[in-house]
């Protein structure tokens, strides 16, 4: 690991700190952040300074910088192009667990500037070789990357070991998606978790930004359904059926909680379907302003379990309604494999 120097950002410090140790536990040996002076001239000017910059020259930097905000954005860019160009660095990985501009990814939207797709174009112009992100919010993220040249790697959240602890033991056990591009997450964690099925809904988001239900015939849906079965080897696989939530242990599993809104109404509609409990699964809590009264409302959920890929500070905890999960193993692993290619 001579040839590596590990920098971090300024969001999300205890992140950085567990993804470097679980690091080290896999390489065999201690790992420390070399030291970034986050600084700010009088006039809002950045003064951002690299301590140590002379060592950096041929060097693989790994870069830890979760993007919450613009500020973050643009420290994220101009680091990058610093380690690359200015310092002369041989290869550089960015790890960003959670980038602000994860919903930019519709092409078709023609009105709305195509933030994700330029913030890729930025990253690889900066020097950017390698970058990881946590659970994408859609396949637009590898698509860029490739389209620049960048080598991605999603790190997927793993709720199973926590799902496992919470859910009764012997339980009927239904992975609900509600949309098909949930499918394959919750078919990766049904695997984990004896004789369990995965379920799914049709949506899709229209320009008002509402969701609708995509309905289709039953031959269209076999034709879906025999897909994705062949596609993943799992044969558990159904369409949306009544008489499977009945008593049944429905787990909700998605890529982020925002105002929780649409996580809330589906958790009462499945209770009224005859649901004996319901347990929600997120990787990024965006947590906007009025989440808890939204998400809780007449609380539905038996369990709720967070990533911690955004720091969730005082307002936002909940005294115990919710289980925080680490995301560093992930990050962690697929970091390692990066470095041992």
Same mark, same amino acid.
């Given at each position: ?139 637009? $993220? ?16 793993? $709720? ?14 239904? $992975? ?56 993943? #080897? ?31 109404? *589906? ?12 347990? $929600? ?7 906007? #302003?009025?989440?808890?009264? *939204? ?47």
């Amino acid at each position: 690991m001579q040839d590596y120097l590990f920098y971090c950002g300024k969001d999300n410090g205890s992140l950085s700190q567990e993804l470097l140790l679980k690091l080290g536990e896999y390489l065999g040996e201690a790992l420390r952040y070399e030291f970034i002076d986050f600084g700010i001239w009088r006039d809002s000017c950045p003064n951002d300074r690299i301590i140590k910059h002379e060592q950096i020259k041929g060097k693989n930097i790994v870069f830890f910088d979760s993007l919450l905000n613009k500020e973050d954005l643009y420290d994220c860019l101009s680091l990058s192009w610093a380690f690359k160009h200015q310092y002369a660095a041989k290869r550089l990985i960015a790890v960003n667990p959670f980038n602000l501009l994860r919903r930019c990814d519709h092409e078709e939207k023609k009105w709305e500037m195509q933030y994700l797709r330029q913030y890729m174009s930025f990253l690889a112009h900066a020097g950017v070789d390698d970058l990881i992100v946590c659970t994408p919010h859609s396949e637009a $993220f590898e698509n860029y990357a490739k389209e620049y040249g960048i080598n991605f790697h999603p790190a997927y959240m793993d $709720f199973s070991q926590d799902l496992k602890t919470i859910v009764p033991r012997d339980a009927k056990v239904v $992975f609900y998606s509600p949309d098909e591009g949930s499918i394959a997450r919750a078919i990766a964690h049904a695997r984990k978790m004896k004789d369990s099925i995965v379920m799914f809904d049709l949506k899709r988001r229209k320009h008002n930004n509402q969701t609708e239900i995509i309905e289709l015939n039953a031959d269209e849906i076999s034709i879906l359904v025999d897909a994705y079965r062949q596609k993943f #080897n799992f044969n558990e696989l159904h369409h949306v059926q009544e008489s499977l939530f009945q008593n049944a242990n429905i787990i909700m599993i998605d890529d982020e909680m925002a105002s929780g809104g649409t996580a809330n109404n *589906t958790a009462h509609k499945l209770k009224n379907l005859g649901a004996k409990a319901v347990y $929600f699964a997120f990787t990024h809590p965006v947590c906007v #302003n009025g989440w808890k009264y *939204t998400l809780f409302y007449l609380n539905p959920f038996d369990r709720i379990i967070s990533g911690n890929t955004i720091p969730r500070g005082e307002t936002n905890r909940t005294g115990g309604k919710i289980v925080d999960v680490s995301v560093a193993q992930v990050l962690a692993s697929v970091l390692y494999q990066i470095i041992q290619t």
